[in-house]
């Protein structure tokens, strides 16, 4: 008999589906009841003859380009936008990053015509890249799309020789990144182009702790100085400090393991992006937006946002910032409002970022730019974009409930039963989901049973 102490989604799912997108019901429900995410589904008269194809059919003659980090949803939307163009997409990921046993939501779209599965980047690095190799030996895919950072991290190396095989790594100059990918030397780039951050404390030892506490006053904020430190299979995220012990043992654990560590003042006010599209000293594209909600609460990854015209303080610093690095292609500019409403930076994605949904929602198509970019076709500047798009990922929402459950009285957080107002209430904003394609359900059903699969290892817990 299936639980109800925690919430489950499905009354949202079916709502989502029949209501506001007219699928059919009975087919949602046979979905659901017997968990055939690969349901024979109505395909949009607007779908392309080669996305007619079954995920994991092997297209002769090989793919045009190979998706990477198909576990995250922005992989998943460069799937979509790269199959609607009538692209060949294979879509793949390292087993280190998803459970085998739920469904992976990219590997389900209708766009994705190869599925492949990948050894662990962390502990088979070398198999994990021989296997990346091999793949574009035999399929001739003319650009790699990474779009995670121990991807990213793992494949520059190799750029060369996916070049050799005429295959492009569609990453940013390897001197860009460098900067981009270390929180000291872009706050460093920052300083010399004038664009205010945080006040920050380089923590190089545990003393340096009672100097930050000094200077900001408890709770304050730690960053890796890097996401990823080249050994572990997780992301080193920031996290809010409430006293020296939650400090000192972060603080041990960051150090321990070879990364870099800042403390900066918490920034309370509100979260604003812009992402960029940049080539040569142009920057051809600019969708900003608002995050409502991340997931951690502290500042993740977003699960509501809004795109919005970029303020000209956050256009101004993130296409000068952008530049100064040297970045092509896609980034992220990210910052918070302080209480003067001044727009201080937080970091730079020089990769797409988990708010892409929220840009090619808005008419900014970062996917197909890229695809254009890495095979030296032309891209226009995009001119206009629609402000105003709302969208929301929820299975992250839910995820910011639960966690800030946990979190009273800590930054960034709301009060119980005014979290659980805010994420009700949202359903009646006409926001447009994350992982949500009425042509291309599959996916949605895929993150849906994977929502079920943590809820009911949240309950045994």
């Not at 506001?20 to 779908?47: M, N, T």
């Not at 198909?70 to 992989?75: E, F, I, R, W, Y």
């Not at 020789?161 to 030397?185: M, V, Y």
């Not at 992220?332 to 930076?345: C, M, Q, S, T």
Request: hydrophobic share 45%; charged share 20%.
């Amino acid at each position: 008999m299936r639980s109800n102490r925690y919430p489950c989604p499905a009354g949202v799912a079916i709502f989502l589906c029949v209501h506001r997108y007219h699928v059919p019901l009975q087919r949602i429900v046979c979905a659901y009841i017997f968990g055939k995410e690969d349901w024979d589904l109505p395909v949009s008269k607007s779908a392309i003859a080669g996305a007619e194809r079954r995920p994991g059919q092997v297209i002769p003659g090989g793919y045009d380009v190979l998706i990477l980090d198909a576990s995250v949803k922005q992989s998943l939307a460069g799937v979509r936008s790269l199959g609607r163009a009538g692209l060949h997409v294979a879509a793949g990921d390292s087993i280190a990053q998803f459970d085998p046993a739920v469904p992976l939501p990219a590997f389900r779209s209708r766009y994705c015509q190869h599925s492949l599965t990948l050894p662990n980047f962390v502990t088979d690095t070398s198999e994990f890249v021989s296997a990346v190799i091999e793949f574009v030996r035999l399929n001739s895919p003319r650009a790699v799309m990474p779009t995670g950072d121990i991807t990213i991290g793992v494949l520059r190396p190799y750029r060369q020789q996916l070049a050799a095989l005429g295959c492009f790594l569609a990453l940013a100059p390897e001197q860009a990144l460098e900067i981009a990918n270390d929180k000291d030397r872009t706050l460093a780039k920052a300083r010399e182009l004038g664009i205010l951050y945080p006040p920050s404390v380089s923590i190089t030892a545990v003393a340096d702790i009672d100097r930050a506490a000094a200077e900001f006053g408890y709770p304050f904020v730690l960053k890796p100085t890097v996401s990823w430190d080249g050994h572990s299979e997780e992301r080193l995220v920031p996290v809010d400090v409430t006293s020296r012990s939650e400090a000192v043992e972060f603080a041990t654990r960051i150090l321990g393991v070879g990364s870099g560590l800042l403390a900066q003042e918490w920034v309370p006010g509100r979260r604003e992006g812009v992402s960029l599209f940049v080539i040569g000293d142009d920057v051809i594209a600019a969708c900003g937006h608002v995050a409502y909600r991340t997931s951690p609460p502290l500042g993740g990854a977003s699960v509501v946002r809004e795109s919005i015209a970029p303020p000209a303080d956050t256009l101004d610093a993130a296409s000068r910032l952008a530049k100064a690095i040297g970045l092509q292609g896609p980034c992220e500019v990210e910052f918070r409002r302080d209480a003067a409403g001044r727009a201080l930076l937080m970091e730079i994605n020089a990769r797409l970022a988990g708010t892409i949904q929220n840009a090619v929602q808005s008419g900014v198509d970062l996917p197909l730019m890229i695809w254009r970019w890495a095979t030296d076709q032309s891209n226009e500047p995009v001119v206009a974009f629609r402000a105003g798009v709302r969208t929301r990922w929820l299975h992250g929402d839910l995820r910011w409930l639960m966690q800030n459950w946990k979190r009273g009285g800590r930054p960034d957080s709301v009060p119980r039963l005014r979290s659980i107002g805010l994420f009700l209430a949202e359903f009646g904003k006409g926001a447009r989901y994350d992982y949500f394609d009425p042509g291309d359900l599959r996916p949605f059903l895929a993150e849906f049973r994977y929502t079920l699969h943590v809820l009911r290892k949240f309950g045994r817990s």
